[in-house]
C-alpha cells in the first residue's frame, strides 16, 4: 500500500498566547521555558496532523532568545511539517510578538523540531510523504535532508563520512 501523501499546509497551525504575570520572569519578560514549552506544543500539533499519529520530541535546533517578548504580550506561533522521513518529521516554528496597544509587532524567535511517530506501544510508525508546494517550501524542503543529516551527526548516532549531504563543511 502506497503511503499517502500531504502538503506543508495540512499540518500547519497557529497558536496564541497572551503574556501573564506567571509567565514571566523578574524582568517583566517571558521566561525562555515558557516560550520553549509553547514553540514544543504547536510543532507537535503540527507533527501530528501531518502523521495522525502520536508523536514524540525527538530534538529542537538552536532556540536563541534575541528580543525579549514582554508582559502583556500577545505571541502568536506559527508551526508547519517541512519535511517527513520514515518515522520522522522536521517541523519549522515562527514566533511573533505584538504589543496591541502600541501597534508594535515583530519576530522574535523560530527554531527547528523534529518529531518521531510512534504506535501506542511507543514504537516508531511511518509517517506520510510531506509534498512541498511553493518555492519557500520546497527550499525547506531541500535543506531538512542537510540539517537532519547535521543533527544526526552532531549527536553522534551518524559518522561526518556518512552525511553525504555534508561532505563540503567535513571534508578535509
Request: hydrophobic residues 40%.
Amino acid at each position: 500500500m502506497a503511503k499517502k501523501r500531504k502538503t506543508c499546509s495540512d499540518s500547519r497551525v497557529t497558536m496564541t498566547e497572551l503574556v501573564l504575570p506567571n509567565d514571566t520572569n523578574t524582568l517583566n519578560n517571558l521566561m525562555g521555558g515558557r516560550l520553549m514549552h509553547w514553540m514544543d506544543v504547536v510543532s507537535a500539533i503540527a507533527a501530528q496532523k501531518h502523521s495522525n499519529r502520536i508523536v514524540v520530541t525527538a530534538s529542537a535546533d538552536n532556540i536563541s532568545f534575541r528580543n525579549p517578548i514582554q508582559l502583556g504580550d500577545v505571541v502568536t506561533l506559527e508551526a508547519k511539517v517541512t519535511r517527513a522521513f520514515s518515522s520522522s518529521m522536521e517541523v519549522y516554528v515562527e514566533v511573533y510578538a505584538e504589543n496591541i496597544p502600541s501597534g508594535t509587532r515583530f519576530k522574535s524567535h523560530s527554531a527547528f523540531f523534529t518529531f518521531v511517530a510512534v504506535d501506542q506501544g511507543g514504537r516508531p510508525i511511518d509517517v506520510p510523504e510531506l509534498v512541498p508546494e511553493t518555492d519557500e517550501e520546497k527550499e525547506m524542503f531541500a535543506g531538512a535532508l542537510r540539517r537532519r543529516q547535521l543533527r544526526l551527526v552532531l549527536a553522534k548516532r551518524m559518522k561526518p563520512e556518512e552525511a553525504t549531504e555534508l561532505k563540503s563543511i567535513f571534508d578535509e
